[in-house]
């Protein structure tokens, strides 16, 4: 009978295999907190690039009014972008929507902008010309 050098765990469960002495549920384990040890180093990283990048921006010019510009649609992927932009990196984004025809963005989107707003963000609302939004579609 073997036993798994982490948790003990027998080859008498079905379907169990062991790789250097290691069950299926460790490794699956060990690789989560692997990859959640790059993500933290990574956030890590660009925080400190962050930090960098802005002692050198105060040295050569007067503060900005905004760190970065973050495109958003009304849509759940872009709200979080925004809040994690803000919230996690400490940056101060410019919201920027561009939207073509009205019927281009449904109520909910209309909504969940009007809620970044009031959650203390700046939104800038680009609506192109015909031609200028065709191509930007491409």
């Known amino acids: 009978m073997k036993y798994c050098k982490s948790c003990l765990t027998t080859d008498l469960r079905p379907n ?7 069950c299926i549920a460790c490794r699956y384990s060990n690789s989560i907190e692997s990859d ?38 009304g849509g759940k992927d872009s709200t979080r972008q925004a809040h994690w932009v803000r919230d996690r990196l400490g940056l101060r984004p410019l919201l920027v929507c561009c939207a073509y025809t009205p019927k281009q963005m449904s109520q909910v989107g209309a909504d969940n902008l009007s809620n970044l707003i009031e959650m203390g963000f700046d939104l800038m609302t680009a609506t192109p010309a015909p031609k200028t939004a065709a191509k930007l579609a491409l």
Do not use: M, P
């Open 16 to 22: 169990s295999s062991f790789i250097d002495g290691v």
């Open 36 to 73: 959640e040890e790059k993500y933290r180093l990574k956030l890590n990283q660009l925080k400190q690039s962050i930090t960098q990048s802005r002692r050198k921006q105060s040295k050569n010019t007067k503060k900005a009014q905004y760190d970065c510009i973050v495109g958003v649609s």
